[in-house]
């Protein structure tokens, strides 16, 4: 590994920094309903609830995020994210699915708040028909993958619609709820421990083909010319992508913008080499994720919980239309 | 029948008298006799099948009762007329009312109202929940011009509601002094003191502290204030452990800082109310508090707790005996 | 080390690109492949650097054969410059310099030197995409530069298309260069005149056939040019031996009949 730039590693730990900032901020600060904000070291069993959220949103922003720097490099634009590929949609058709399978036989529904299982199905088989339709020649296409995504997220779109129409009304609404992304604070020991490795090798692999993703910048044949595979490394790059965006969608449902805005944020202090861009992105996921739940905390409408998804659309949108018009969006 | 009817033919041309009188040569005489037979039973038949559906009459205003063909673009109002036997009456329905046989054709909901369908159908009444802005234009227009009754209700979500829902279907339905009208509202009387018993029945014996009410696990959803299910809660002498209004969701966090002595969980799907508790809660069984602490957890799997109509009224029984439970259940875990 | 084409041939769907192609490039020289457009020059660079398989026939580099190396393989002996460079992220010149380097051991004084062959020393830290097509063009050819090592083979795809004429001046010295530490060149031009300055050997292709291959003098005949190019050229004696080509471009045409006076 080449030595860090003094830059990047400033960058770095800033990140670090702000990392640390929103988790003290999310073990500490909680409005309870009667509007109340305390800022304090308190219970046991509060904290181990805090300590469990601040844990879901690392997993999954992290994961979402190094997720959003492979596809970036894979489709060559800095405007994809997790979810081009349709692997939210997926989870979400295999969600209502399931539940609607579990109301129309009447079987006992325990997997109440647990749609991990489906999720992680759903976003895993979407995406496998995404990679045998996204093919050109025996390997993986850019374009025709961006195309096959947006289809597929359109039909799989239509068939939740279908489903959610037949489902019972109690379920209708606790589909809408997990499709707005949540950070559960009851998270099973070892839905973390799966979801975390996952997150773990995920990085690892993608911090190792770093310095192939650097190469993949350049066109198609200039790659091949200073010695790059590029079959092989995009085959890489979308299983990679793929398992994180589904171990992230599974556990979380399927939160937005983080996958967009991490990478991006991580390049504005970072640089755009693609292995130090790994590690930033992951810790400005990180961030953004336990931030928005921060703010979920901090906000309440009407005594109730918003779901996360709703602040990183808040903090994303913007910034998303930002990154459009100042020219970074452009490739 | 092509021969058939060029027999006929044949015979038309051939066999009739100037004044009308039919006649042929003998057997294709008798053939044509037969034949003519099965062609009356045809014709009888497809007149019983086609015409099943058929009113000859539409009525324009409320008051005819045995032409009543009513429309509920709602589930809690079809199920409230279902109650009130008046089922044979529904002609259509929307999507969503599952209290109803599947043959009964559905006209679209509350969104998107298949208006072609409802024509077909020849409503006398329509009936249905809408927003604050009340029913569409068009069908308020198409009402105006085939003379459709329209009843309309804004939200159904406390006890109260209901109860003004069901009462004004009269209303709508009849004219005020009928004899239709007064056994209607006699129904609905029977009803009611049917729910004040349950409500009123050994009120000592039950649990009188607060509950939460909860659907979803992680977030926690809950039932707050000024729902229908809360509504039963409180008429059963208990209270309501949160003070949020409507449906919310609260974190885990909440649940455990406000700290409920009991829980139900409202199941959605199974009849089966063999379901251990503690499965179902999940992390919310692990909390620390106090329903954990002492076991008041509790699963109400009534398919009816999801409708704000006339079926809470064996909801309430079920929460009756809910609470009755947990009244005997002041162990604390060990 | 050597560049054997044996005959090559590609099709593209039903089009057949290059047809029966029988070559050979001989080290540390500069050999031009000429030809009008659609002749089919891109796509044997392509054949050559592996990018796109032949229909039949072989590229053989110091005998083996092309489509048997892995690119890594292929990276260590051929450099590739094409027509028009994309980088989709924005690396500093450096940065894309460096790529270069990929399959190869690091070396930064490489790097150094070919950012000070291509006058890009003050350009270093700016980012590519804010150059000039020309300052791109630079930047791609001192990658190929840094990754080319001495017995190896350099292909250029009409590297200085974009360039201003100091430094497509530049780029030509720096071939001739290139060639006299024995690195086999292959050079695609558009400009005839400056390949017959510049080259060695000439591969004359007329849609996807080798119409003649050889020495400068021997391929670059007028009647022969004429006939492929459509246009007329002739050889201009200059100063103490030395001859130019030039293609002799009429500038007014009578466009009634779009006959040349």
Redesign the interface.
């Known amino acids: 590994m080449r030595p860090l730039a003094k830059r990047q590693f400033l960058g770095l730990c800033c990140l670090v920094v702000i990392v640390g900032l929103t988790v003290i901020a999310r073990l500490l600060v909680?409005r309870?309903?009667?509007g109340v904000l305390t800022w304090e070291w308190t219970g046991s069993?509060?904290m181990s609830?805090?300590w469990t959220a601040v844990r879901v949103a690392a997993i999954a922003g992290a994961s979402l995020a190094v997720s959003g720097v492979l596809l970036q490099a894979l489709l060559?634009?800095?405007l994809a994210s997790p979810y081009i590929l349709g692997a939210s949609s997926g989870a979400a058709l295999a969600v209502v699915m399931v539940m609607y399978l579990?109301?129309s036989l009447?079987?006992?529904?325990?997997l109440?708040?647990?749609d991990t299982m489906p999720a992680a199905v759903g976003a895993v088989g979407t995406l496998g028909v995404v990679y045998l339709l996204g093919q050109k020649r025996g390997w993986l296409d850019p374009i025709s993958l961006v195309l096959v995504g947006v289809v597929v997220t359109a039909i799989c779109g239509a068939l939740i619609m279908f489903f959610h129409?037949l489902l019972?009304?109690?379920?209708k609404?606790?589909l809408v709820?997990w499709m707005m992304g949540?950070i559960?604070?009851?998270?099973?020991t070892s839905e973390l421990i799966i979801t975390g490795s996952i997150a773990l090798i995920g990085s690892a692999i993608a911090l190792f083909f770093g310095?192939a993703m650097?190469?993949a910048?350049?066109?198609?044949?200039?790659a091949?010319?200073?010695?790059?595979?590029?079959g092989p490394l995009r085959l890489v790059l979308f299983v990679v992508a793929g398992i994180l965006t589904s171990a992230a969608v599974a556990l979380a449902g399927p939160i937005g913008f983080v996958g967009l805005i991490a990478p991006h944020a991580a390049?504005l202090i970072l640089?755009?080499?693609h292995t130090v861009l790994v590690v930033g992105a992951a810790l400005a996921g990180i961030a953004l994720l336990i931030g928005a739940d921060v703010a979920s905390?901090i906000i309440s409408v009407?005594?109730?919980?918003m779901?996360v998804g709703v602040f990183t659309a808040l903090i994303g949108g913007p910034a998303f239309i930002w990154l459009l018009r100042s020219g970074r969006g452009r490739? | 029948m092509t021969s058939l009817f060029q027999d006929g033919m044949k015979c038309h041309y051939h066999g009739y008298r100037p004044n009308g009188t039919i006649y042929t040569m003998g057997e294709i005489r008798l053939i044509r006799l037969r034949h003519l037979w099965v062609i009356l039973l045809y014709m009888a038949v497809m007149a019983i099948v086609g015409c099943r559906n058929d009113d000859p009459e539409v009525v324009n205003s409320a008051g005819t009762a045995s032409q009543l063909r009513i429309v509920s673009f709602s589930p809690a109002i079809t199920r409230a007329l279902v109650d009130l036997d008046l089922e044979e009456k529904i002609v259509g329905r929307s999507t969503f009312c599952t209290s109803l046989p599947t043959d009964i054709p559905v006209v679209g909901d509350l969104l998107q109202i298949n208006y072609e369908r409802l024509l077909e159908l020849q409503p006398t009444h329509i009936l249905m929940q809408t927003s604050r802005e009340g029913a569409d234009t068009r069908l308020l227009e198409l009402a105006e011009q085939k003379g459709w009754k329209i009843g309309q209700w804004s939200r159904i979500n406390t006890l109260a509601d209901i109860e003004r829902m069901v009462r004004a279907i009269p209303d709508v339905l009849y004219e005020q002094e009928s004899g239709e009208h007064h056994r209607m509202s006699d129904k609905i009387d029977t009803l009611w003191r049917r729910l004040d018993r349950i409500l009123h029945a050994e009120a000592s014996d039950r649990w009188q502290g607060p509950v939460l009410l909860v659907h979803h696990i992680d977030p926690v959803a809950v039932f707050g204030r000024e729902t229908y299910l809360s509504d039963l809660l409180i008429a059963l002498g208990a209270s309501n452990a949160t003070e949020v209004t409507g449906w919310q969701n609260l974190s885990l966090e909440d649940v455990s800082h406000l700290n409920p002595p009991a829980v139900i969980i409202i199941a959605e799907t199974s009849e089966d109310s063999s379901v251990d508790p503690w499965e179902l809660a999940g992390p919310l069984g692990k909390l620390k508090i106090e329903a954990v602490q002492t076991r008041r957890f509790a699963v109400l799997s009534n398919p009816d707790a999801w409708l704000p109509s006339t079926g809470v009224i064996s909801v309430a029984e079920e929460l009756r005996e809910i609470l009755h439970q947990f009244n005997q259940s002041t162990i604390p875990e060990q | 080390m050597s560049l054997r084409l044996e005959n090559l041939s590609h099709r593209y769907g039903s089009l057949d690109t290059l047809q029966r192609i029988s070559v050979q490039a001989e080290p540390g020289k500069i050999t031009a492949v000429l030809g009008p457009n659609a002749a089919g020059k891109s796509t044997l660079l392509k054949c050559v650097i592996g990018s796109e398989r032949p229909v039949s026939g072989h590229v053989y580099i110091q005998g083996s054969q092309v489509t048997d190396l892995s690119p890594r393989q292929l990276a260590q002996h051929v450099a590739y410059v094409p027509q028009r460079s994309t980088v989709a992220a924005a690396f500093t010149v450096q940065d894309v310099v460096e790529l270069g380097r990929y399959a190869l051991p690091r070396n930064p004084s490489r790097i150094q030197n070919a950012l000070a062959n291509l006058d890009l020393l003050e350009l270093a830290h700016r980012p590519y995409p804010a150059l000039s097509v020309g300052q791109q063009q630079r930047v791609t050819l001192a990658r190929a530069l840094c990754q080319v090592e001495d017995n190896g083979i350099m292909v250029l795809d009409e590297p200085t298309s974009a360039m201003d004429l100091k430094h497509m001046q530049q780029c030509m010295t720096l071939l001739r260069q290139l060639a006299e530490r024995g690195i086999t060149i292959l050079l695609v031009l558009h400009d005839i005149s400056m390949a017959a300055q510049v080259a060695d050997a000439v591969w004359l292709l007329e849609r996807g056939t080798l119409v003649a291959s050889g020495s400068v003098a021997e391929v670059l005949q007028p009647d022969r040019l004429k006939s492929v190019f459509h246009v007329p050229f002739a050889w201009i004696q200059e100063t103490a031996g030395r001859r130019r080509l030039v293609a002799l471009m009429q500038s007014t045409v009578n466009v009634d009949t779009m006959e040349q006076p």
């Open positions: 909680y309870d309903i009667s069993d509060a609830l805090r060559r634009n800095p579990q109301s009447a079987i006992t529904w325990n109440r708040g647990m129409h019972p009304h109690g379920l609404a606790d709820t949540i559960r604070q009851g998270a099973s310095r650097d190469a910048t350049l066109g198609d044949d200039e091949r010319s200073i010695g790059l595979s590029l390049r640089g755009p080499k905390q009407q005594g109730g919980r779901p490739s």
